[in-house]
């Protein structure tokens, strides 16, 4: 037996019972603290609010609590503490509770003071910065001068609002240097404080180029007119950053100055920039400094300037002006703009007419539509477009000359403009200049019939379909699906007839389905196909058997039947693959009989495929679905052939068919597409509930481990939690602290021994200890290695339970059922019988039937039920101890005990464990 010392461990003892039921006589103000923990983070806001509320009532010693709990980064979750200080902050700081705002500012400050750690001051700062104001200022400018926490304070400060945060920083920038004087300067800035404009431009001069560019930045963001000399003034021996940052600073300044009325002199700053910044790479600080003179002049006194940048041959600065000129209101003068667009070059013309035609300018439409008679290509495709937009189809004819050129940039240009067009209008457009445009134009408006689906032209498309320039053939193929109407079926056969591309025969082929289905008689739909397959040669009855399978039909599946006899094995290979595509499920049957035939592994798996894809959504009941599979499945052979009917089963939502994918989660070459179907069949989605009941949970618990990916294992493992839930199973372990459990008190016998006094003295030692090694990291119960068992706070009699764990390798641990060792755990590597046996059985078997541990590092799952003396064990969904009897190792002459707590095992190796879900046997 293993050595076992008493254990200590720390435990919030009894909180989700106090949670739920309300303070209690003689509770103590830690317990009620952790048992509201336990409601964050809350499901609702008015959850939340409800638990913050009762925090806040507890008073300033819950507060100082909570705050008390922060963990230093690494040495323990503390995210429900996070949570609920952030909820009684936000919930004290609701209109019309003064009172307790104040309480709660005055709890934090206090711990503040006494927090010793960076990152938990930080934490603590950014909470008073939601909430406080003025009583925060002098309190918190005691931390300005420590480097770490003089950033966060400043913030908190500056959202304060208040004219004394401004005195604080002012006077604490005497005295400050390095990171901190670079915090304040610019908390200053985000002030906008005038007051400390000259300390600033005193500051601005110094050498230390951090605090130097600081300063800057806060003078340009106050924006007091003193300090333009200082921000014009850039220094030759400057930082290259101090250098590229001085035009975004002054241009800032500008707004700055704007804002405060400073119009002129806003406009005197960017002025110069116009001219100035026109090298490649400051097309930015132009446009920038474009909108600030329009804001600061306003549209009458700039329309002269903003003219001119309309006109410029740098691009980007052209279309900042041009965003700005289609926004105009009171200064627009459309005879001006005219002017300038016969004025302007042709890129310029180009952007200044889609300028226009975003106005919706009508005035301007004669102009527009004469430009598209231009002889520069740049303005006439830009033309086609406004021209449309602003005169509909009343410019087709100006259009198409685009269309005729045969250029494929005036023929894209032209295709655009013309989409503007409604179908009615422009389809019968397309058809009378089709026929002769050159063929760039032709695969344009054959592109535009698909879009259109313009079945009225399927003549026009069929001829060109026919054309000797390639590139037509290809458009007016692809556009055949979908202008093909019923009556034209027998032309597309005879064009798939004649065809000889393979990449032209697929096209046919969906053209020839496409006409075959909008045919009513489902039987009458194969029939020009059939009289061209009695005529035509072998490889052409290659195609059209490829073709039979879009359509389906009995005669046709009369005729694929025949085939599968052919001698010629392309023919032969063709027309399984037809049956296996079939479109219904009128193929089953002989797909079911060609199953247990074939021999070729390709036509198995097709074969195979077809009837997964085709049982799940006939017309048969659930049973024969499930028969038709699991037929299918007994003559599967290699394990692609399984998993297609693994996921055929799946896709008949039926719970009868989970324990057919089950028993594949064992075969390593299946398991993941086993564990993938699973899935689909347990999982809820839009339309279906799916599964309920123990079987469900437990084929999602024992699938988990081999889905690949996190968004769908998470939510598995959630589901599983909850189908536990559902049928009575309660959590040991809710996933955010130690609730429920204890440290551990010696052995069954001697802890009985122990008068309460004596119990109560080394449970709270036990507890103590337990804090140390057991945490909660990241909804993992963790063991550092160090410690000792822990315990159930509870004592269990029969039970059954599910528990999630891993170890390291080398690793060793169990779980000790009514306080009695133990059901095995340990590295497979290094004890190869496995885990899950009754370690301690010296009369019945003590080892596993099976190994089926996972290896160390991966998480593993125990299914555990104990009835009155007897264990079974299912590890990782296998069963391997089959209702033995657990014996007592304690005292060796008496049965295992009646009841007793359930003990995870320290064994001075790391460990980890979750989903710790049990449920009581009650006695009949």
């Not at 009695?820 to 019988?833: C, G």
């Amino acid at each position: 037996m293993k050595t076992r010392r008493a254990s200590i461990f720390a435990v919030f003892a009894a909180a989700a019972f106090l949670a739920s039921s309300g303070p209690v006589p003689g509770q103590s103000l830690a317990d009620r603290v952790s048992a509201l923990l336990l409601e964050f983070p809350a499901e609702t806001a008015a959850d939340r609010d409800a638990a913050a509320s009762e925090l806040i009532r507890l008073g300033p010693p819950a507060v100082a609590d909570l705050c008390g709990r922060l963990a230093e980064p690494g040495a323990a979750d503390d995210n429900l503490v996070r949570f609920a200080l952030d909820a009684v902050v936000v919930r004290s700081g609701r209109p019309g509770a003064p009172d307790e705002r104040a309480m709660v500012v005055d709890a934090i400050l206090k711990s503040l003071n006494a927090s010793r750690d960076p990152e938990i001051g930080t934490f603590m700062i950014s909470l008073l910065q939601k909430t406080g104001k003025t009583e925060i200022v002098k309190p918190l400018a005691r931390f300005l001068s420590r480097p770490a926490l003089a950033g966060p304070v400043v913030r908190a400060l500056t959202a304060t609002g208040v004219s004394e945060a401004e005195t604080a920083l002012l006077k604490a920038l005497r005295t400050a240097q390095g990171d901190p004087a670079a915090a304040i300067i610019q908390g200053l800035g985000d002030l906008r404080s005038r007051k400390a404009t000259p300390a600033l431009l005193r500051l601005a001069e110094k050498s230390d180029p951090k605090i130097r560019a600081a300063a800057l930045d806060a003078l340009a963001n106050i924006g007091d007119l003193s300090a333009r000399p200082a921000l014009e003034r850039v220094r030759i021996a400057a930082p290259f950053e101090e250098r590229a940052g001085a035009a975004v600073r002054l241009l800032l300044f500008g707004r700055r100055l704007a804002e405060s009325g400073l119009s002129s002199e806003a406009a005197a700053i960017a002025r110069p920039f116009l001219s100035d910044y026109s090298a490649p790479g400051e097309d930015h600080l132009r446009a920038a400094a474009l909108t600030l003179y329009m804001d600061a002049v306003g549209e009458k006194e700039g329309l002269k300037i903003l003219m001119e940048a309309a006109g410029s041959p740098e691009a980007k600065y052209r279309q900042k002006a041009l965003d700005i000129a289609a926004g105009l209101r009171t200064s627009w003068s459309t005879a001006d703009w005219i002017g300038l667009l016969d004025q302007a070059a042709p890129d310029v013309q180009a952007d200044l007419i889609r300028m226009l035609a975003r106005r919706g300018e009508a005035s301007v439409f004669p102009v527009i539509r004469e430009k598209l008679r231009s002889g520069e290509d740049l303005v006439r495709r830009a033309a086609a477009g406004a021209a449309a937009r602003l005169g509909g189809a009343g410019v087709w004819d100006d259009i198409v000359p685009l269309f005729k050129s045969g250029d494929e940039a005036d023929v894209d240009a032209a295709k655009k403009a013309v989409l503007f067009f409604p179908s009615d209008v422009l389809i019968p457009k397309i058809a009378e200049i089709l026929p002769a445009a050159p063929p760039s134009a032709q695969v344009a408006l054959l592109g535009i019939l698909a879009e259109r689906t313009a079945k009225v032209q399927a003549g026009n498309v069929l001829s060109l379909c026919l054309s000797p320039d390639e590139n037509v053939r290809a458009a007016a193929l692809a556009a055949l699906e979908q202008t093909v109407s019923a009556d034209d079926l027998p032309a597309v056969v005879d064009l798939l007839l004649q065809a000889a591309s393979p990449h032209e025969i697929v096209l046919i082929q969906n053209a020839v389905a496409a006409a075959a289905r909008q045919i009513p008689d489902p039987e009458a739909r194969a029939v020009p196909l059939l009289k061209a397959l009695e005529r035509a040669d072998e490889p052409k009855r290659i195609d059209l058997l490829r073709t039979i399978s879009k359509i389906g039909g009995a005669a046709a599946l009369d005729v694929v039947r025949t085939e599968i006899q052919n001698p010629d094995p392309q023919v032969q290979a063709v027309a399984v693959f037809a049956l296996a595509n079939w479109p219904d499920e009128s193929a089953v049957p002989d797909l079911t009989r060609l199953a247990k035939s074939v021999s070729d592994r390709k036509f198995r798996y097709l074969v195979l495929q077809g009837i997964a894809r085709l049982v799940p959504g006939s017309g048969l009941t659930a049973a024969e679905k499930l028969d038709a599979l699991r037929d299918a499945l007994a003559s599967a052979v290699e394990a692609d052939e399984k998993t297609v009917i693994l996921d055929g089963i799946a896709a008949v939502l039926a719970p009868e068919g989970l324990e057919t994918i089950v028993k594949f989660l064992d075969d390593p070459d299946i398991q993941v597409r086993a564990a993938k179907a699973v899935l689909r069949l347990v999982m809820p989605v839009a339309g279906y509930g799916g599964m309920t009941g123990m079987s469900a949970a437990a084929a999602l618990k024992k699938a988990v481990p081999f889905v690949d990916y996190e968004f769908d294992r998470v939510p598995a493992e959630s589901r599983a939690r909850e189908l536990l839930t559902l049928e009575g199973f309660t959590p040991l372990f809710n996933g955010k602290d130690l609730t429920g459990w204890k440290g551990l008190v010696a052995d069954p016998p001697e802890r009985a021994g122990l008068a309460p006094a004596e119990l109560a003295r080394a449970q709270a030692e036990a507890d103590a200890e337990m804090r140390a090694h057991w945490r909660v990291v990241e909804g993992i119960l963790s063991f550092d290695g160090k410690g000792q068992n822990l315990c159930t706070v509870r004592d269990y009699g029969d039970f059954e339970m599910f528990v999630d764990w891993k170890i390291e390798p080398g690793g060793d641990s169990g779980l000790y059922l009514r306080g009695s060792p133990q059901i095995q755990i340990w590295d497979p590597a290094q004890w190869p019988e496995g885990s899950g046996g009754l370690y301690n059985n010296k009369t019945n078997p003590n080892k596993p039937a099976f190994r089926a541990d996972r290896p160390a590092g991966e998480w593993n799952t125990f299914y555990i039920k104990m009835a009155r003396e007897k264990v079974t064990v299912d590890l990782n969904g296998v069963r391997v101890v089959d209702n033995v009897v657990m014996e007592n190792c304690w005292e060796r002459g008496k049965p295992i005990y009646p009841s007793g707590q359930i003990e995870l095992q320290a064994h001075s190796t790391p460990l980890f464990f979750k989903n710790i879900y049990l449920r009581e046997i009650r006695p009949i």
